[in-house]
């Protein structure tokens, strides 16, 4: 089992940033997939960004690279999401999710992952 806990959402005004934290503790895996996902309000969960753990490689949704970075820290288990010059529609929970063995890329369908944290949430102000 694997457990997924997210921390570092919250409130931030138009054009700032915000960093979020992805903390995998439970079995060792040897190459799994790490994503962020994000839900807004009467919308369906998207893809943001995934790394593939062995690998390194990063993958972003669509028109995101631009203003977000995902990142790993080997030392903690953990993925990191920096998020700048947020807008409001960037405004949704954030979720991470991870899929166990990806020999290579991520995928980006939320039906792949088997684990998922709560979520946390970040609020952009206009």
């Known amino acids: 089992q694997v457990q997924l806990v997210e921390s570092g959402g919250g409130l931030v005004q138009t054009g700032g940033s915000l960093r979020v934290s992805c903390v995998a503790t439970?079995?060792?895996?040897?190459?799994?997939?790490i994503s962020w996902f994000r839900q807004a309000p009467g919308k369906e969960r998207e893809f943001v960004a995934g790394?593939?753990?062995?690998?390194?490689?990063?993958y972003y949704g669509e028109s995101l690279m631009d203003r977000f970075a995902i990142s790993p820290d080997k030392d903690r288990n953990a993925v990191y999401l920096q998020m700048n010059s947020l807008k409001p529609e960037d405004t949704a929970v954030y979720f991470c999710?991870?899929?166990?063995?990806?020999?290579?890329?991520?995928?980006?369908?939320?039906?792949?992952?088997?684990?998922w944290g709560p979520g946390t949430q970040v609020t952009v102000s206009s």
């Open positions: 999710a991870l899929k166990s063995y990806s020999d290579i890329g991520v995928p980006r369908i939320e039906g792949a992952y088997e684990y």
């Open positions: 439970g079995r060792a895996l040897l190459s799994p997939a």
């Open positions: 790394l593939n753990w062995r690998s390194g490689e990063r």
